[in-house]
């Protein structure tokens, strides 16, 4: 009976001890991010945005609530939050905030 148990305790121990590596892992390759700037090219639930700190980005809106970048046009100021794609070419977005401030 306390052999049973034993092992049954080292299977979980191990069990727990895979888990631990794994989860950090996949957490570390959703990467959320911060895109701000300008609005170059908007269509569908497609956007090009010129980052005030770099090269243009693209976004994929289809995470986007619609009512956040409907209106939206070239030159338009917004900040976009997201994770970074898989092959971290673009932002796969989950929100679009306008902003006021003039470039």
């Known amino acids: 009976m306390r052999?049973?148990?034993?092992?049954?305790?080292?299977?979980?121990?191990?069990?727990?001890?895979?888990?631990?590596?794994?989860?950090?892992?996949?957490?570390?390759?959703e990467q959320v991010v911060r895109v701000d700037g300008l609005v170059q090219w908007i269509g569908g639930q497609q956007m090009v945005v010129q980052a005030d700190t770099g090269p243009s980005v693209g976004v994929?809106?289809?995470?986007?609530?619609?009512?956040?970048?409907?209106?939206?046009?070239?030159?338009?100021?917004?900040?976009?939050i997201g994770t970074v794609s898989p092959?971290?070419?673009?932002?796969?977005?989950t929100s679009v905030v306008r902003s006021a401030r003039a470039r």
């Open 3 to 29: 052999r049973g148990i034993s092992v049954a305790l080292m299977i979980l121990a191990l069990m727990l001890g895979l888990a631990g590596p794994i989860a950090p892992v996949a957490a570390a390759q």
């Open 60 to 80: 994929d809106l289809t995470g986007v609530p619609q009512d956040e970048y409907a209106g939206l046009g070239v030159r338009d100021r917004v900040a976009v």
């Open 87 to 93: 092959d971290g070419r673009r932002v796969l977005g």
